[in-house]
């Protein structure tokens, strides 16, 4: 599997994802600048990457000028013939903005910007320690939408504590259902709040991004997380 990773003005995980997937788990990383439209080098087998950030400053809506860019239409056809597209943070709003994934993600409960460790597991998995920066995480779906979500299985990540229960305070910023990811009825589309790229490495204190990845299925073999 291959990875490409979209830059847009206001990125400021890219580089993050990068290193966790060059340096820490081996993958081969192109770099696609937003202005660009070729996705001829990847196959359905490959995934795009939209990382964290804020692209275009966050001006009118968080994802939402990002949704028009050039190299987004390729990626929404991409998705649409089966793709793999992950989204992290600012990534997932615009996979929301893009119609890739139904719902969208509101401002903050507490109306305040997050950065901290938090704890999130899949429907009957384990607690998973990922950090979370974000002002506009809590996510958010119409009453249809989020019984169709539900009945679907779309739900990929709830918050939870450290023993996995899924509680009103372990919800850091108000998501309906205490929801922290979700994917598409296909099931190449992922988008979360979370960043697992920044929970990578032993030097971190912290590697159950790794599982996440795998998880998702956007690894092959096992991969060993490697030294410093």
């Excluded at 990068?18 to 770099?31: F, H, K, R, S």
């Excluded at 795009?48 to 056809?77: H, T």
């Excluded at 009945?151 to 709830?158: D, W």
């Excluded at 309906?176 to 979700?182: E, L, S």
Aim: one cysteine or more; proline letters at 5%; hydrophobic letters at 40%.
């Amino acid at each position: 599997m291959k990875f490409g990773i979209v830059v847009f003005p206001g990125s400021n995980c890219d580089r993050d994802m990068q290193d966790a997937l060059t340096q820490n788990l081996g993958q081969e990383v192109v770099m696609l600048w937003h202005k660009d439209k070729d996705l001829s080098d990847f196959s359905t087998s490959d995934c795009i990457v939209l990382p964290g950030g804020f692209s275009y400053g966050d001006y009118l809506r968080c994802g939402a000028i990002a949704r028009f860019s050039p190299m987004m239409q390729s990626v929404i056809a991409f998705a649409e013939k089966g793709g793999k597209v992950l989204g992290v943070c600012n990534g997932f709003q615009i996979l929301c903005e893009s119609g890739l994934l139904p719902g969208a993600l509101l401002r903050n409960k507490n109306q305040q910007f997050i950065c901290r460790n938090i704890y999130m597991k899949p429907d009957g998995g384990d607690a998973l320690k990922i950090p979370i920066a974000h002002g506009e995480g809590r996510f958010f779906a119409l009453p249809q939408q989020l019984e169709a979500i539900e009945k679907n299985g779309q739900v990929i990540y709830r918050y939870c504590d450290a023993e996995g229960q899924m509680t009103d305070e372990a919800n850091p910023n108000g998501a309906t259902n205490n929801i922290a990811g979700i994917r598409n009825v296909g099931g190449n589309v992922f988008g979360m709040m979370p960043h697992p790229e920044r929970a990578c490495h032993p030097a971190l204190g912290n590697t159950d991004g790794v599982t996440v990845f795998h998880q998702l299925g956007l690894l092959g073999q096992k991969q060993v997380v490697m030294a410093l």
